[in-house]
């Protein structure tokens, strides 16, 4: 699983939006698994569940998750994900911030390109560990 | 209500430790015999006496511990508002804790009294006497356990509040003092019992009336409950108090048309007379009027005694009475002229109750007689002793003033024996006040049953 | 209003005064239903003298309190069936036995589940068997918690519910109170000094300051609008461009707290650090230095 960070400038219920897609990405989360119950998800993170609820209902709205009556959430057979302009529009976001940091303490583009790749490849193993 | 029910029994069960030492108390009296200074008394009886003491000893404290504790002791440990977080309304809380304390009461009296009772009833005896000391004790239970909740509320809630409270409080006592004295200047003895009584009954609901209200405006709050207690405390000891000072005023002026069966005593001559009688509705009250038949006017008399200490002069145109402030203090003697207008002149004199006297026909000289047969004349207007002298003999004196300066005197002489038939034998003398001499003047003996004197004009008259 | 929309609380200009002092200074606040709201306040901020006016043991000096539309003060009795309380200090009768508490309760209450009682004091690791009074401050407050649970309350009012509890106490709390949230969407209205800790699931905060309301707002749009700015050098007409809780020098440069940071503010990011805040630092920047306990 994911942990959520309310210190951070996302509201958490983007965050959790996030945290799922990059499971369903890294296929931590495969079509048709059952996604953990809004009770339970809230419990992990130690979230109000209507935080959970509503990253969910967007989940649902967006494809990603389908509801079965009775049985549960499900991650949808075919998840749409981010259409590739919306991924690059949340690419960019988070590219600006992160050259702006790495501009501000003075280091150089490969410095900057080199620490990305690694902590890319970090996150890519701890999703895997962790589910 | 279901509810008030579970409060009495959460209430209850903590008073376990009570009635262990209710039982421990049972014990007390079955080990009184074995002092060595109740052995000049049976042992039935010390059991039974000690028995009695203890029980009623044990219960009065309680019911003051508890009434100290009932609402107080969670106001101060801030523990009400666990009451109020509950579906519980202010009356179920406080009627319920009222009767969990009024069973605790009742269950260790009886854990006290009960083995003593059966085992040994000894000098009190079964029924009878048990009524009234029961009779007595539980209102007097209630009333303390009354008293010690309206007492912790106010100490405990720190404000200076309780110094008004305190001066209300004598306040309260010294107005029913008041009402009090002047129901007993009527010997009203049997109607101040009652007031008394329903006074006390009275303040008594008052008191858990406003136990109810000191929840439901206080609720939790240490110092609300104190206020409002006091608010509602005292403005209804106000409200009662004022009817019953009413009640009291009424009583205390009667007409001599409410005497019931009034008793006469005519003046040996002229039109006056002294009236007096218990006064109709108004219990044992009673009054002394003196009244002109020929002018029906009538002057109450205030403050004098029960037994029929007053004179007239025998022309009927004086009156003396004795008045006092409270019927067992000393009485001072008052003279009334008796025309139109006569305001009471006070002596200054004081006699003893069940004194002697007598005063001259003008109202310028009395003579006293005190129960060492030294008798003592005095001059009004002086208000100085003129001539005392010892009578030789004891006994029920008579006295009259033939004028100003001479005094006749009977003295009936008491025999041993009390049987009726016996000889009465009375000695008459004459006091001369300006040579202070005493001149016996003879005796007369008789076998009258009853003996009274009525100085006429010319002597004096027997019965 | 239908069920729905009555709010579960709704405060309207309180205010209560002690002598001359005003401790509540017209005060509104609504707390919606199946919300969590947090009031957040400095000790003897006024926040104790709300709580007891909101739950109907204190009379306000003016202004209006009611729970489901009606009034605390004359209806505190029958809310009492659908409102839990956790006190701030464990209030219940201390000679009395877990136990028989629980029986006491279940007795006043309509509606009472004594299983999930019984499975939350094992969940706290509590004996049924101790005295209330011989228990530790956090149990006693546990105890309460599980108290107020088993009632089914519609409405959850808490006063400082972590106060005294150790970290592993606390993450149980959450956990109680998380699961409560989503098994039947409680109301819930809790006073803190843990903003951390309320941090993920309160929807609505409010700061209490000098009797005063500063602050009443969705947490979320809260955090969205305060942000730490930190220029290398004070910007020209900083205060014109936004509006500022505090500005005072940082290294070299300004660090301002900005409370009206918007999306269309991004591009200083080019010239500029800005750091998100948690709860804890905005209840500092509004309510005054040494706020949180």
Same mark, same amino acid.
């Given at each position: ?92 976001? #988070? ?6 940091? #790495? ?29 | 209500?279901?509810?008030? $029910? ?65 609402? =107080?002791?969670? $106001? ?33 009296? +009886? ?123 005292? %403005? ?37 007379? $002294? ?7 108004? =219990? ?35 009156? =003396? ?12 003697? +008052? ?99 300006? %040579? ?28 | ?92 009768? *201390? ?50 918690? *599980? ?21 592993? *106490? ?8 998380? *699961? ?114």
């Amino acid at each position: 699983m994911f942990n959520v960070n309310p210190g951070e400038s996302s509201p958490i219920w983007r965050q959790i939006e996030e945290g799922m897609r990059r499971m369903i990405t890294l296929g931590a989360l495969r079509p048709g698994d059952l996604v953990p119950s809004v009770r339970d998800l809230a419990l992990q993170l130690r979230v109000n569940p209507n935080t959970v609820a509503r990253a969910y209902q967007r989940l649902t709205e967006q494809g990603v998750f389908t509801v079965k009556r009775g049985e549960g959430t499900f991650v949808a057979d075919q998840p749409s994900m981010l259409r590739r302009s919306e991924r690059n529009d949340v690419l960019r976001d #988070a590219a600006m911030r992160y050259a702006g940091t #790495a501009i501000s303490i003075g280091a150089s583009l490969d410095d900057a390109v080199d620490e990305l790749s690694s902590s890319y490849d970090k996150v890519v193993r701890e999703h895997r560990r962790k589910s | 209500m279901k509810h008030l $029910l579970v409060i009495a029994q959460r209430d209850l069960e903590e008073r376990i430790p009570v009635f262990i030492a209710a039982a421990a108390a049972a014990a007390l009296p079955f080990a009184v015999p074995l002092f060595p200074a109740a052995a000049s008394f049976t042992t039935k009886d010390v059991i039974t006496m000690s028995g009695v003491i203890v029980a009623a000893t044990f219960t009065l404290l309680l019911s003051f511990a508890l009434g100290v504790t009932l609402i =107080g002791r969670d $106001l101060s440990e801030k523990r009400m508002s666990f009451y109020f977080s509950k579906p519980l309304a202010p009356s179920t809380i406080w009627f319920g804790k009222l009767m969990a304390a009024v069973i605790t009461i009742a269950l260790s009296f +009886v854990i006290v009294f009960l083995p003593m009772y059966v085992v040994s009833p000894g000098t009190w005896g079964p029924g009878a006497r048990l009524e009234v000391g029961l009779s007595n004790l539980f209102p007097a239970c209630l009333a303390l356990l009354l008293a010690g909740h309206a007492l912790s509320t106010m100490f405990r809630s720190r404000s200076r509040l309780v110094v008004l409270d305190l001066l209300l409080a004598c306040a309260a006592f010294y107005s029913f003092g008041l009402m009090q004295r002047a129901l007993h200047q009527g010997f009203a003895f049997d109607l101040m019992q009652s007031f008394r009584q329903v006074l006390a009954g009275v303040v008594l609901l008052i008191l858990t009336g406003c136990g109810l209200w000191q929840l439901e405006r206080g609720r939790a709050d240490r110092l609300r409950n104190h206020m409002a207690l006091s608010r509602s405390l005292w %403005t209804s000891i106000a409200i009662v108090f004022i009817l019953a000072g009413g009640f009291v005023a009424w009583v205390v002026h009667p007409s001599i048309k409410d005497l019931r069966e009034p008793r006469v005593f005519q003046a040996p001559r002229g039109s006056w007379a $002294l009236i007096t009688g218990q006064a109709r509705n108004r =219990g044992d009250y009673r009054a002394w009027f003196l009244y002109d038949a020929a002018t029906a006017k009538s002057i109450r008399l205030k403050r004098t005694t029960l037994f029929h200490d007053f004179w007239f002069s025998r022309d009927g145109k004086m009156f =003396g009475y004795l008045q006092a402030d409270a019927p067992d203090r000393d009485f001072e003697l +008052v003279i009334m002229p008796l025309r139109d207008r006569a305001e009471p002149i006070a002596t200054g004199l004081t006699i003893r109750h069940g004194g002697r006297y007598a005063i001259s026909d003008d109202g310028s000289r009395v003579i006293v007689f005190d129960d060492r047969q030294i008798a003592s004349v005095y001059d009004l207007e002086s208000r100085k002793s003129i001539a005392t002298v010892r009578l030789p003999e004891s006994g029920l004196v008579r006295a009259f003033f033939v004028n100003r300066d001479r005094v006749r005197i009977y003295v009936q002489n008491m025999p041993l024996s009390s049987l009726p038939v016996a000889e009465k034998s009375i000695t008459a003398y004459e006091l001369d006040v300006r %040579t202070k001499s005493l001149q016996k003047l003879g005796d007369y003996r008789t076998e009258a049953q009853a003996i009274d004197m009525t100085p006429g004009k010319a002597g004096v008259g027997f019965r | 209003m239908s069920q729905a929309e009555t709010p579960a609380l709704s405060i309207h200009e309180l205010s209560v005064r002690y002598g001359r002092s005003e401790v509540v200074d017209r005060i509104s606040l609504t707390v919606p239903r199946n919300a969590v709201y947090a009031l957040l306040g400095r000790n003897g901020a006024g926040k104790s003298s709300l709580v007891r006016c909101a739950i109907g043991q204190q009379r306000a000096t003016s202004g209006r309190v009611e729970m489901f539309g009606m009034d605390v003060w004359r209806h505190r009795a029958s809310l009492m069936e659908r409102v839990g309380i956790v006190a701030e200090e464990g209030d219940a009768p *201390a000679e009395m036995r877990v136990g028989r508490l629980a029986d006491f309760c279940a007795r006043l209450c309509s509606r009472w589940d004594r299983a999930a009682f019984d499975e939350r004091l094992k969940r706290f690791g509590i004996a049924q068997k101790p005295r209330f009074g011989d228990l530790s401050k956090g149990q006693k407050k546990q105890v309460s918690l *599980a108290l107020a649970l088993a009632a089914s309350p519609e409405f959850l009012i808490l006063d400082d519910p972590t106060l005294g509890l150790d970290a592993v *106490a606390r993450k149980s709390l959450f956990e109680e109170l998380i *699961a409560e949230l989503a098994d039947r969407g409680t109301t819930v209205f809790l006073t803190t000094h843990d903003l951390a800790g309320i941090e993920s699931i309160a929807d609505r905060v409010g700061v209490i300051s000098g009797g005063r309301l500063v602050l009443d707002e969705d947490l979320e749009l809260l955090k969205a609008r305060f942000r730490r700015i930190r220029f290398a050098s004070r910007p020209v007409a900083l205060e014109s461009r936004f509006d500022t809780a505090a500005v005072r020098p940082w290294g070299g440069g300004t660090e301002a707290i900005v409370t009206n940071f918007a999306g269309s503010h991004a591009e200083i990011a080019e010239t500029a650090e800005i750091v998100p805040m948690s709860l804890e630092e905005i209840f500092i920047a509004v309510a005054g230095e040494g706020a949180a306990a």
